[in-house]
């Protein structure tokens, strides 16, 4: 009980924890070692330590960067700062893996994401066009509200008791699922917004395919024949106009790339900085842009391929939840490349838990469900 313990307490933090701190806080410091403990505790469990065997191209991986980049001149702090997010989603995914009662940790990790997405909307002055809430609540960029959309589905659906309880009952779900939108709209932050609508096609093509793409062709020609209209409305609430910050990520994006087309193999490695419109970067607004800069093919590799074979364990749940589950992995990816969350220390963190307690949640239930279809009918008096 301690990892799951210091897993909720460490996930009910995050709810007051600076997107960007400057410097290690009593706060920050409280944070770490709970997720510390939930991860060591964590390693007692056989399942954590299974996925911790898998996750060993990582340690290669950023290994090889941290010399590469030592071999190419990088900034030794930085390197550390850039392998400090590979550690923390480890540590979360070992603590996910390792906790004694996943659902408490899912649904702990639901309510946080509500109360971004309330405390977002909350500080907003007014909801005219021109007006969002990264204005006046900058923490919502994290994306949680992505995560939240799909975890409520999924706790719901893949309850313990065959029943909805009141935590989770449809109507709940319903407003959950509406506030966290509602979020994610008021943030206008397009790549949210694009995270979503991919997530949510991809839940909807697992559990139905001809529906999704049917839906998807009357949607098509819906925009075609009031294009003038989502054009105002892209204009007025998703900033089409504002072209100066994505012109400015893409130089971003052209020299990352750049500098993986002249070190394709092994990147420029951890610690590398490239200069673009006046200001040093460390990292890029597009998580894919970023792997390949920082680890080339090699390291890209071996960081995907781990994944993947984690994420293939949800192959025995059914159908629903399995495009939950996928639906919500979409969703986090598609917003990652639009952004740079992906170097937020306690987003990452969060993922790992999700993960880890999500892939312990749906094992457990799927196991449920196997001793239920196998058990004797009681014979007749």
């Known amino acids: 009980m301690i990892t799951t ?50 996750l060993t191209p990582w340690v290669v991986a950023l290994l090889t960067g941290l010399v590469v980049g030592s071999l190419r001149n990088g900034e030794s702090r930085q390197a550390l700062e850039d392998l400090l997010p590979y550690v923390l989603f480890v540590i979360g995914l070992i603590a996910g893996r390792g906790a004694r009662n996943p659902r408490i940790v899912l649904v702990v990790t639901l309510w ?43 706790l719901r659906h ?29 943030s206008v932050s397009r790549g949210m917004l694009i995270g979503w609508v991919c997530g949510m096609l991809v839940a909807a093509y697992i559990r139905r395919p001809s529906q999704v793409l049917l839906g998807g062709l009357v949607v098509s020609v819906i925009f075609v024949v009031y294009s003038s209209t989502f054009a105002d409305i892209g ?34 490695g951890l610690g590398a900085m490239f200069e673009v419109d006046g200001f040093y970067k460390a990292f890029v607004h597009n998580m894919a842009a970023y792997h390949l800069w920082k680890f080339g093919l090699v390291g890209t590799t071996l960081l995907i391929v ?49 993960m880890g307690s999500g892939i312990s949640w749906l094992s ?6 196997d001793s239920l279809a196998t058990e004797p ?5």
């Open 5 to 54: 313990a210091a897993a909720v307490v460490a996930m009910l933090l995050t709810l007051i924890l600076p997107i960007y701190p400057d410097g290690i806080t009593p706060l920050i410091a409280a944070f770490m070692g709970l997720a510390s403990l939930a991860g060591l505790f964590g390693m007692l469990s056989r399942a954590a330590r299974r996925e911790l065997l898998v």
């Open 112 to 154: 946080v994401c509500i109360g971004d997405s309330i405390m977002s909307l909350y500080k907003m002055p007014s909801f005219g066009s021109g007006i969002r809430s990264t204005y006046t609540y900058f923490k919502i960029t994290a994306g949680l509200p992505l995560i939240g959309l799909f975890l409520a589905p999924l």
């Open 158 to 186: 893949s309850d313990p008791k065959g029943r909805n309880p009141l935590l989770l009952s449809r109507p709940l779900e319903a407003a959950i699922v509406a506030v966290m939108l509602v979020g994610v709209v008021a």
């Open 235 to 268: 204009v007025r609430y998703l900033r089409f106009e504002a072209a100066s910050t994505v012109e400015g990520r893409f130089r971003e994006i052209a020299t990352a790339w750049n500098t993986f087309v002249e070190y394709p193999m092994f990147g420029a």
């Open 306 to 354: 781990p994944m993947v074979t984690i994420g293939r364990q949800v192959r025995g749940s059914s159908a629903a939840l399995r495009s939950y589950a996928i639906g919500g992995a979409v969703a986090v990816t598609a917003y990652l490349i639009t952004c740079a969350a992906y170097k937020t220390y306690y987003l990452v963190w969060i993922y790992g838990v999700v």
């Open 364 to 369: 457990a239930w799927k196991m449920r469900q």
């Open 377 to 381: 009918e009681p014979e007749n008096a």
